[in-house]
């Protein structure tokens, strides 16, 4: 028997024991920025629930004429309309994100590119809904009858007014793009270098 054979042998598979033992630190280390995600996440649903039911109150707040309460009421419902596809989407990675065991690089990747994913549907509501905001406020203005209206065109041209809606627009899209990255963007990236890492294995 070659014993020296033998105890390269053992050698070889001591440091493959090694490699996965490191590789699944790796792997448990990704889940502590995943938690921080699953829990920004939870909070941010009930924040944003939270402010979609108390802006249905806005009418009452403001005095709304029955007019522009009915416009509110139709613009409202194709907001909630918006969110709730947000909503599903968002809920149904959350919960897939505890039922898929996240201890593989192949759902560590799944993991990232949903959140990737859901980072810009996060996105894309807050512009829609930034859209829809405006559309209101514009249909609001042609709708109050009297003093406001001629005296707000007597002052502002349609053009100052056009180019107002493209500024709140810009500046909800700079709001939109430091609010993701700040709150999910820095734990995004450490999954990435988790990854990356895993690949250079």
Not at 45 to 67: D, R, W
């Amino acid at each position: 028997m070659n014993f020296d054979q033998l105890k390269e042998d053992w050698n070889n598979n001591n440091n493959n024991h090694g490699e996965v033992s490191e590789d699944m630190l790796k792997i448990k280390e990704a889940h502590t920025p995943i938690d921080k995600i699953r829990k920004q996440m939870k909070q941010e649903f009930f924040v944003q629930l939270l402010s979609l039911l108390l802006l249905a109150f806005t009418p009452k707040i403001f005095g709304f004429s029955s007019e522009l309460k009915s416009i509110f009421i139709l613009f409202y419902a194709i907001s909630c309309a918006f969110c709730t596809y947000y909503f599903f989407k968002f809920y149904t990675f959350y919960k897939h994100s505890y039922d898929l065991g996240l201890d593989s690089r192949k759902n560590l990747l799944w993991f990232y590119y949903e959140m990737k994913l859901n980072i810009e549907l996060y996105k894309a509501l807050t512009y829609i809904l930034g859209f829809i905001a405006l559309s209101f406020c514009t249909t609001a203005l042609f709708i109050i009858k009297g003093t406001l209206l001629s005296e707000i065109l007597q002052k502002f041209s349609m053009f100052y007014i056009v180019i107002n809606a493209f500024v709140a627009i810009l500046v909800i899209g700079l709001i939109t793009e430091f609010w993701a990255r700040l709150y999910y963007g820095k734990y995004v990236r450490q999954i990435k270098t988790i990854i990356d890492s895993l690949d250079e294995e």
